[in-house]
């Protein structure tokens, strides 16, 4: 799993995610962090969603985003058979 860990953080890295040296798995990311890099990701396989970064400061707006980030990792266009038939 460490190893999975590795290659999660160093591509939340080159997204431009800032996550520390001292971050060695995706459970050390934080609530925060969790969310910018979910973000990060579903904003480079689709530029069309632009999911916010960060959660804002009212519990119904970061339940908002929570939901559209769900949300967008269950749209069917990007199913493993999809991606795998690409390569």
Known sequence: MEEVDKIILL????????????VSSVGDLGTEGFVE?????INAINQDDALPLSLPP?????????????????????SFNRCHARL
Do not use: H
């Open 58 to 78: 009212g519990m119904s707006a970061r339940f908002k985003v929570g939901t559209e980030i769900a949300n967008a990792c269950q749209v069917p266009n990007y």
């Open 11 to 22: 591509n939340l890295r080159q997204l431009g995610g800032e996550v520390s040296d001292e």
């Open 37 to 41: 890099g979910c973000a990060r990701c």
